[in-house]
């Protein structure tokens, strides 16, 4: 009975690449929600998302971010050409509806950009 | 979501009871209190939720007032590994997606 599994835990990329986080969602959740953590703030959302469908995307960036949730495999958040401002941790939830019994969370994705 | 307001931090004895208030004034009917901890770089992990009635679990107690306006989290003997960020959340059920926005919580600190 696995919970919300990401990967990789910690991730270092220069400066330019691309960075790939993974989010599988707990077993018998169909939803996922990504969020940002910078270093020593809260919790910021990002994106919602359903298996093949961005519901709520209000918390991207608006440029080199982007989200999925195919309808096999995990989540992906994607962030290409990586600023050191990218540097942070990012944590994935899931959850069983969008009437949310609560969610899930990820031991999360540590970023790091150099 | 109704917006809660929570102190910025507290200080706790370690066995002694923690009391973690929240104020959620503009909450829903149909609005549970959840509350959830972020123990240093951990993911945030579920604690408890409400709606009218007291609750507890092996972790801890909720206590939400009858007018529903607040609500108070107890540790009940607070231990060194309680030492985390503590976050109250308006969350409805059966509404449909509603985006769930994390405060800047409490910041309890368990002292020996």
């Known amino acids: 009975n696995a919970g919300v599994m990401q990967n990789p835990r910690h991730l270092v990329r220069r400066r330019g690449q691309e960075a790939r986080l993974r989010c599988s969602p707990m077993k018998g959740h169909s939803h996922v929600y990504w969020y940002r953590q910078l270093p020593e703030e809260g919790l910021k959302f990002m994106v919602y998302l359903q298996k093949e469908n961005i519901i709520d995307e209000s918390g991207m960036p608006k440029e080199r971010f982007s989200a999925e949730f195919p309808k096999e495999g995990p989540s992906i958040l994607r962030i290409q050409q990586v600023v050191r401002g990218d540097s942070a941790a990012y944590f994935c939830a899931s959850s069983r509806g969008a009437n949310n019994y609560g969610y899930t969370f990820g031991s999360g994705t540590r970023l790091t950009v150099v | 979501d109704a917006k809660t307001t929570q102190p910025t931090s507290m200080d706790c004895a370690e066995g002694r009871a923690a009391n973690l208030p929240c104020n959620h004034s503009t909450i829903s009917g149909n609005e549970y209190v959840y509350w959830y901890r972020q123990i240093h770089s951990q993911g945030p992990q579920y604690i408890i939720h409400?709606?009218?009635n007291n609750e507890t679990n092996e972790m801890a107690s909720l206590i939400i007032t009858e007018d529903r306006k607040s609500s108070t989290l107890i540790l009940p003997h607070a231990t060194l590994r309680d030492t985390a960020v503590y976050y109250c959340?308006?969350?409805?059920?059966?509404?449909?997606?509603?985006?769930?926005?994390f405060g800047t919580g409490t910041k309890l600190q368990v002292i020996p």
């Open positions: 409400g709606l009218k």
């Open positions: 959340i308006a969350l409805a059920v059966n509404g449909g997606y509603q985006k769930v926005t």
